[in-house]
């Protein structure tokens, strides 16, 4: 028996995450230079980070000899949620707060319940640690939350839910959302993760954090990778009832979010021009991207996120011939789509020039 034999199965199992390709990676692949290649595969702010965030990790720099000290991030998260700091767990990332919550719930004789076609790490986090997953059917690539509440059994501790959902950009009205979690047995903890909850127009948004008050099976996920332009730095986190907040901490690592990402994650909180803007050029180029994919005749999905996902025939073959023209988009073969591709909205410029690259790679 060879030392991989005792490997735990459960970690056999998984198939690993697959990010978007990076830009250095397509250069080496291709042979094309860097500067001309553009990424719109990782749902990543086409403005990079808040100026301030910016010049709060400048500073930060000289006391990079010292452990980090999180308590003015929660301090500051508290306030801007409305929420105690005890009820607040800090992640290297978001997807790391996910896998928190999966170390606390479930193990092996547990199962998770999510939708078809969203995101791979709830999968990930489940089997990680032993979990049963129960992927229910979708809707019109949506969450069909009935479907969700059948596939529900007594072994299960988490369901999954992200509103706005990637990859599909679909999203879920507050009223049904919160409905289906009051329907829940208060053993079973509902995962709302909101990684693109900022790019919500204003008529969408609805504060879920006052369902913390009402739902203590509730966790709430947010990442500053998406429209604070910090992805490369590694922070989200949960906001929770303080018991269960508790208990991820315990599982936590310790130290797990860094003195840059903490000081940028402060400063970005106070940005609201930037937030505003990030928000306003989002809106602005989904239309861009929309109105190309109508000329062009492809099918899409209605999107509330900072990313169009649309349908073309041979998409693994179009994915090559835009990577060949330097333009980096996401195959969704892995999340069982693989007549799609994603897009994320860049710039003006970015978005006419994955377009008329587009345009090239379909005839």
């Known amino acids: 028996m060879s030392l991989l034999d005792h490997a735990l199965s459960n970690i056999k199992k998984i198939a690993p995450y697959q990010p978007g390709k990076p830009i250095t990676e397509v250069a080496r692949e291709l042979g094309l230079p860097v500067e001309s290649i553009i990424k719109l595969a990782s749902n990543e702010n086409p ?124 999203f879920l009205p507050y009223d049904e959302l919160k409905a289906f979690i009051a329907s829940l047995p208060r053993d079973v903890i509902v995962v709302l993760d909101e990684a693109y909850n900022e790019y919500l127009a204003p008529a969408h948004r609805v504060d879920t954090t006052e369902w913390l008050k009402e739902f203590d099976h509730l966790v709430i996920t947010r990442t500053f990778s998406k429209i604070y332009g910090m992805a490369g730095l590694r922070i989200g986190y949960a906001l929770a009832s303080a018991a269960v907040a508790d208990l991820m901490n315990r599982v936590r690592q310790p130290f797990n979010c860094n003195n840059l990402a903490l000081a940028g994650a402060i400063a970005a909180l106070e940005d609201a021009e930037f937030l505003a803007q990030s928000f306003e050029l989002n809106q602005a180029g989904m239309q861009q991207i929309n109105a190309g994919l109508d000329a062009l005749g492809l099918k899409y999905l209605p999107s509330h996120a900072n990313f169009a996902t649309f349908h073309v025939a041979d998409a693994a073959g179009v994915n090559q011939r835009l990577l060949k023209q330097g333009v980096i988009v996401r195959p969704l073969a892995g999340y069982a789509m693989h007549d799609w591709l994603r897009v994320t909205i860049g710039t003006q410029a970015e978005n006419a020039r994955f377009l008329e690259a587009l345009a090239t790679a379909i005839k």
């Open 47 to 170: 403005l990079g980070m808040s100026p301030k965030a910016r010049a709060a990790i400048q500073d930060a720099i000289d006391g990079l000899a010292r452990y980090p000290d999180d308590f003015e991030l929660k301090a500051a998260l508290a306030k801007h949620n409305g929420v105690d700091a005890n009820q607040i767990v800090l992640g290297n990332g978001s997807n790391d707060v996910l896998e928190l919550i999966a170390q606390v719930f479930l193990a092996p004789g547990r199962s998770a319940v999510f939708s078809a076609h969203a995101f791979a790490v709830y999968p990930l986090a489940t089997m990680g640690v032993g979990g049963e997953c129960i992927a229910a059917a979708a809707k019109d690539f949506a969450h069909d939350l009935p479907a969700m509440r059948a596939a529900v059994r007594d072994d299960t501790r988490i369901v999954w839910i992200a509103n706005p959902n990637n990859p599909t950009g679909t």
